[in-house]
């Protein structure tokens, strides 16, 4: 199934969970601060109390942007770059973003997902159409559009090989930035690299293991911060962000700055 550029669904949106940094929402006035937006999946997401210690690393995020950088989070678990949209999370998005802003856009964990038509994109067709919605929605209202590559699982071979587990999806990605003129954050290179520096033993220490579960997709504490680090990176390299807008890049963060706020009832 191809889609139209413009297209967005319009289905009923159900609760969508924010994040913010410390200092609050930006306001809507001609003064108010720009704000980061953050679309994706689990692996960004904010946790809750009944999911600790797994931690998103858009919850690690705004330790590293000074502290008048507003993050709005509405990355969800379990959405790939198709059912965010058809649940209307990213229209509640275009409904608050504003000039100045920026979309940071990652997915394909759940685009993947080839038994589940709900979620599935392929590669160069439906994903690359997904993702082009926000390119252009974002645009339309004088925001910045910027994708990142999903971060890597954990996974290694038996000779002890980090191995990458998004198959064309990252490729079509970068493909799409060429061809959009869009900032790519390539968090998958740099997260790959980074879990075959570690090890496979080392590497557990960054994801959510613990005594009934071994999670290689998700991440703790140390996992998350490591990440947003990546990804604020990333931001500097691709000038999305100044050196005036981060901080602490080079520090260490504590994990008791994590905190999984109670689950909404």
Do not use: C
């Not at 970068?174 to 075959?196: I, M, P, T």
């Amino acid at each position: 199934m191809s889609m139209t550029r413009r297209k967005v669904a319009s289905a009923a949106l159900a609760a969508v969970p924010l994040a913010f940094a410390a200092n609050g929402v930006a306001q809507a006035s001609s003064g108010r601060r720009r704000t980061i937006y953050i679309a994706g999946d689990s692996t960004a997401a904010q946790k809750y109390a009944d999911a600790a210690p797994e931690t998103g690393w858009g919850m690690a995020f705004p330790f590293f942007l000074r502290k008048d950088l507003p993050v709005a989070n509405h990355a969800v678990n379990g959405r790939s770059s198709k059912s965010f949209v058809d649940e209307g999370r990213l229209d509640v998005i275009l409904g608050e973003i504003r000039p100045g802003d920026v979309l940071i856009v990652q997915f394909a964990h759940n685009d993947e997902k080839s038994g589940d038509p709900a979620r599935y994109t392929e590669p160069w067709t439906t994903y690359q159409d997904h993702l082009r919605l926000y390119v252009d929605g974002a645009r339309a209202r004088g925001a910045r559009p910027v994708l990142a590559t999903a971060v890597e699982r954990r996974r290694f071979d038996a000779e002890g090989r980090a191995l990458p587990s998004h198959g064309e999806y990252p490729a079509a990605m970068r493909a799409l930035a060429r061809e959009e003129g869009v900032a790519l954050l390539d968090v998958q290179a740099l997260s790959l690299a980074l879990w075959q520096e570690l090890g496979g033993e080392e590497s557990k220490k960054y994801f959510n293991w613990t005594a009934t579960e071994q999670d290689n997709t998700h991440f703790n504490p140390p996992g998350a911060i490591a990440v947003a680090r990546l990804v604020v990176r990333e931001l500097l390299r691709t000038r999305v962000l100044g050196p005036r807008d981060v901080r602490r890049l080079d520090e260490e963060i504590p994990e008791s700055w994590i905190s999984w706020p109670p689950a909404a009832v």
